[in-house]
């Protein structure tokens, strides 16, 4: 198994990224379902990482439209940098769950932003979300969304290092 990855890196790298497109895509909608279906309100923190997860699915999807070594390098380090990105903010979270401070300040609630303020100033704090960042509304196999978020982004981080490198090696 490992030496079939591997060979992918090496000589089919579009296919990684196409692999990494489509994952990060059913993990955004698996967040929609959370959010439209099972009802979690998602907040802050969670939004800034469903763009981290867009950004990976846009820069994996380029390249892997692309056919030049270049372009493969350059989006492996995109999705790097983004994955770097994305994992940071999910281990703030994943901290701020087990060590909760004494003020959760993450965001307003929705229906309060669409009474207090005028509409041109709610629909961006919509967009940032309004649930509590330190709240764990939902668990698998003992881990948080914030957990599991930060384990994908660091699968993301080794395989698009591990493409990296082996790029520069060809």
């Not at 994996?60 to 492996?76: K, L, N, T, W």
Request: glycine share 8%.
């Amino acid at each position: 198994m490992l030496n079939f990855l591997l060979e992918n890196l090496d000589y089919a790298p579009r296919r990684v990224f196409v692999a990494v497109s489509a994952l990060c895509v059913g993990l955004l909608a698996f967040g929609l379902y959370l959010q439209h279906v099972v009802g979690l309100e998602p907040c802050p923190m969670c939004i800034v990482q469903r763009y981290a997860l867009v950004g990976v699915t846009a820069w994996a999807a380029i390249a892997a439209a692309g056919r030049q070594r270049a372009v493969h390098i350059g989006g492996a380090f995109l999705v790097l940098i983004t994955s770097g990105f994305g994992a940071f903010v999910a281990a703030r979270q994943s901290w701020l769950q087990w060590f909760p401070p004494e003020v959760a300040s993450c965001g307003r609630d929705f229906y309060g932003m669409i009474e207090t303020f005028p509409l041109k100033r709610a629909l961006p704090m919509i967009f940032r979300g309004s649930g509590d960042c330190t709240k764990v509304d939902w668990t698998f196999l003992g881990g948080s969304i914030a957990n599991w978020s930060f384990l994908c982004f660091c699968a993301l981080i080794l395989l698009s290092a591990t493409l990296l490198l082996r790029q520069f090696r060809r």
